[in-house]
């Protein structure tokens, strides 16, 4: 029997995989051939040697059916056939069968060597080529001329590519909640789209990245996602949301959300979100420039005159000068207010992008 925890990790791991490594070989090309027709009364019938068939490439297309690279982590090696050899009577060898590799939306393909980037899957159906097939060789007809009438000479097919790339999936989201562990992450994701991740009244509920759409009016809606809470030393790899943290890479907005209601009296929320973006800030520059409003969540939990003070306290000891919203995830308190500012921002930033 496995314990509690182990058997959390492994109901983990198979939920959600977002990084693997795999090798793909192509096809080596068929060998063309050197070969003389030969039948009764045709005495000199010349050369008719065919050439090889082309190896088997390997392809990735991005699937929108697909949600976790899992199928990579336990098939790692990825070889497709060799083409055909050529053969006598004008006969070409067979062209090989290409691989298609389905992977999720928001996969970045990169050489596990070198580091430099592939592919990078954005859309449903794009399909980039990994592996090419290699060509099949010459067979003894392409070398006939007035000179040489009896050719021996042909061709080996090419070997086909190999390499061994490292595959890693970040989510597409537009919006990204941050916050430490049962800020309260989770409630407003099912509060406001149709997610149901996981909630309770204990830290580290949520251990892998969901994604809600949140939708304002039948035309209008948003993509939100919700990793597992960050603690202090999260870019060294303390607790889980430095796992996920490139799943905030393609956000266009941070939600930082406030617990102003902690269960642990001896918490700090002013000393937690400064922590939290030290983390951003170590682990990725580019994530710490990000839009990033100030959520603060729980509201129903205090009297209205001390939330208002606590607040207000907080701004004013972060030095905070963004965007503000009280809100309760658990009744909705402010979470349509808060749909709609989004809403906003993102076709602002989007008809800011296409002028």
């Not at 393909?109 to 097939?133: F, M, P, R, Y």
């Not at 393609?250 to 930082?256: A, E, I, N, P, W």
Request: with cysteine.
């Amino acid at each position: 029997m496995l314990a509690t925890a182990e058997l959390e990790g492994f109901l983990f791991s198979m939920k959600f995989i977002d990084e693997a490594t795999i090798q793909v070989i192509a096809g080596k090309g068929g060998d063309g051939v050197a070969s003389f027709r030969r039948e009764k009364f045709i005495p000199k019938g010349g050369p008719d040697g065919g050439d090889g068939g082309n190896g088997g490439s390997i392809f990735a297309i991005a699937d929108c059916n697909i949600n976790t690279l899992i199928d990579y982590r336990f098939a790692r090696i990825h070889r497709a056939k060799k083409g055909g050899n050529g053969r006598g009577s004008d006969q070409y060898g067979k062209k090989s069968e290409n691989i298609i590799l389905h992977m999720p939306i928001g996969t970045i393909i990169s050489d596990a060597n070198t580091g430099e980037i592939v592919a990078d899957l954005k859309h449903h159906q794009q399909k980039v080529l990994l592996a090419k097939g290699g060509k099949g060789g010459l067979g003894n007809i392409h070398f006939k001329s007035s000179t040489n009438r009896t050719p021996r000479q042909f061709t080996y097919g090419e070997p086909g590519q190999e390499s061994e790339l490292k595959l890693e999936l970040r989510v597409l989201a537009d919006v990204g909640l941050l916050g430490m562990p049962n800020a309260g992450k989770s409630t407003l994701i099912r509060a406001i789209s149709s997610a149901r991740p996981k909630v309770a009244d204990y830290p580290f509920t949520t251990l892998y990245p969901n994604l809600g759409v949140v939708r304002v009016d039948p035309n209008r809606s948003f993509v939100m996602a919700d990793i597992p809470g960050l603690i202090e030393k999260a870019a060294e790899g303390a607790g889980l949301g430095h796992q996920f943290l490139r799943h905030l890479a393609r956000t266009r907005l941070l939600l930082h959300i406030i617990d102003i209601a902690p269960l642990d009296s001896n918490a700090d929320p002013v000393r937690d979100a400064k922590a939290i973006m030290m983390e951003l800030k170590k682990y990725d520059e580019s994530l710490y420039q990000k839009p990033r409003w100030l959520v603060f969540n729980k509201i129903d939990m205090i009297a209205q005159e001390e939330g208002k003070i606590i607040c207000e306290k907080f701004i004013n000891s972060m030095g905070w000068e963004g965007k503000c919203f009280v809100i309760s995830a658990l009744s909705g308190k402010g979470c349509k207010e808060l749909t709609y500012a989004i809403m906003e921002h993102l076709e602002q930033k989007h008809e800011e992008v296409t002028i």
